[in-house]
C-alpha cells in the first residue's frame, strides 16, 4: 500500500520526475511531469482501459450477452480481508465453475462456454465488497461434436440464461467446498442464501466498457472526487436504490484508506478470461470460435471438430507469444 500512495503521490507532479517538451512552432521549451501510471491512480491509465475494451469488443460473438455478479456475503468478508489472495482466486474460480456447470448442464447449450470476468472489491461508496463480475454470451462450443449452440434472443431482444438462486445456490456449495480444501474455515452463521444477479446486456458491449472503466482506472475517477478542504474530502457515488448521485464527505485518512483498502496482492490479474473449450483461464485473450457460422439456436461449424478446436488453442498460443496481458 505504501507503494500505490507514494505512486499517487507523486502522479503529475514536481515530486516525480519530468520530460522537457518543446513547441514546434515556437520553440518554447516547458518541463512537464509524467504519470505515475499506477493501476490503482484516478489521473492514469485512460489510454490502457479504452485499448482493454477495444481488444475484447473485437472478440465479441455474435447473440445476446448476459452479465452475471457473483457477491460474497458481508460474513465471509474478513476472511476475504485476511486471506486476499486466496479467497480472491477462490472467488473468481467458482463463479466460473458455476456457470461452466450450468452451460454444460443446460439441455440446449449442452457445451462449454465463454467469460471475461473481472474482480472488484469496492461498492459504489469504496465500502470493502468484494464480488465478480462477468460477461458471457448465451453460446457455448461442443467440442466433441463440433457444435456451436447459441440461445435465440427474444422478440423484444432480451433473453434469458440461468436461474440466478439456482445459480447461488451452486455457487455457495462450491465455495464453501474450496475454502474446506485450502484449510480455510469459515465463519458461524453463515446465511443460506447467497445473492447472484444474471440480467441480459444484450450485445455486450456496454457490459464491457463498465468491466473497463474500473478495470485500469482505480476505484473511483477523478471527476468524483469533488473537493479537498480543511482536512476533509467530499466524494459522490451513486446509489444502486434511488439511482441518483449522493456525497459523502469523510476526513483526508478516511478517503485514504477507502482507496487504498482496495489494493490488490501484488501479481493478482483483476481480470480473467476462459476460452470456448478450455477450462483454464487467460488473462487476455477472447476469441470467436473460427469457421462457425450462426444460423439459430443449433449451429454446425465449417470444419471438422478438432480443427475448431485447434483454432481457439492456436489463438491461445499467439497471446502467449505475442504477450498480450490483461493489467489488473
Not at 33 to 53: A, D, K, L, M, V
Request: with cysteine.
Amino acid at each position: 500500500m505504501n507503494d500505490s500512495l507514494d505512486a499517487m503521490k507523486r502522479c503529475r507532479s514536481t515530486l516525480g520526475p519530468r520530460m522537457l517538451a518543446q513547441c514546434s512552432g515556437c520553440d518554447e521549451q516547458r518541463f512537464v511531469p509524467h504519470s505515475c501510471g499506477h493501476r490503482n491512480c484516478p489521473h492514469c491509465q485512460h489510454f490502457e482501459s479504452q485499448r482493454w475494451i477495444e481488444r475484447q469488443t473485437q472478440r465479441l460473438v455474435p447473440g445476446s450477452y448476459f452479465f452475471i455478479t457473483f457477491t460474497l456475503p458481508a460474513e465471509l468478508r474478513p476472511l476475504a480481508w485476511q486471506q486476499q489472495r486466496t479467497l480472491y482466486a477462490l472467488l473468481m474460480d467458482c463463479a466460473w465453475q458455476t456457470l461452466r456447470t450450468f452451460s454444460q448442464n443446460h439441455k440446449q447449450l449442452q457445451g462449454s462456454p465463454g467469460a471475461v470476468a473481472v474482480l472488484h472489491t469496492h461498492s459504489r461508496r469504496l465500502e470493502f465488497h468484494p464480488h465478480v463480475h462477468l460477461a458471457m454470451p448465451a453460446a457455448a462450443l461442443d467440442a466433441d461434436n463440433g457444435l456451436w449452440r447459441s440461445l435465440a434472443s427474444s422478440a423484444k431482444g432480451g433473453g434469458y440464461l440461468f436461474n440466478h438462486k439456482a445459480l447461488a445456490k451452486v455457487f455457495r456449495g462450491k465455495l464453501l467446498a474450496a475454502l474446506h480444501e485450502e484449510g480455510l474455515m469459515p465463519p458461524p452463521g453463515l446465511p443460506e442464501h447467497w445473492v447472484v444477479d444474471c440480467k441480459c446486456v444484450g450485445s455486450g458491449e456496454k457490459a464491457l466498457v463498465y468491466l473497463g472503466r474500473y478495470l485500469y482506472r482505480g476505484v473511483i475517477q477523478e471527476k468524483d472526487i469533488i473537493r479537498c478542504e480543511n482536512g476533509q474530502v467530499t466524494y459522490r457515488w451513486r446509489d444502486s436504490k434511488t439511482k441518483k448521485m449522493a456525497l459523502r464527505c469523510v476526513s483526508g485518512a478516511t478517503f485514504l484508506w477507502l482507496v487504498l483498502q482496495h489494493v490488490l496482492p501484488k501479481g493478482f490479474r483483476r481480470a480473467q478470461l476462459w476460452l470456448f473449450a478450455s477450462e483454464q483461464q487467460t488473462p487476455d485473450c477472447a476469441a470467436a470460435p473460427a469457421g462457425v457460422q450462426t444460423t439459430g439456436l443449433l449451429t454446425r461449424t465449417n470444419c471438422a471438430p478438432t480443427t475448431a478446436v485447434h483454432l481457439l488453442r492456436r489463438c491461445d498460443g499467439h497471446r502467449q507469444a505475442t504477450n498480450l496481458a490483461a493489467h489488473n
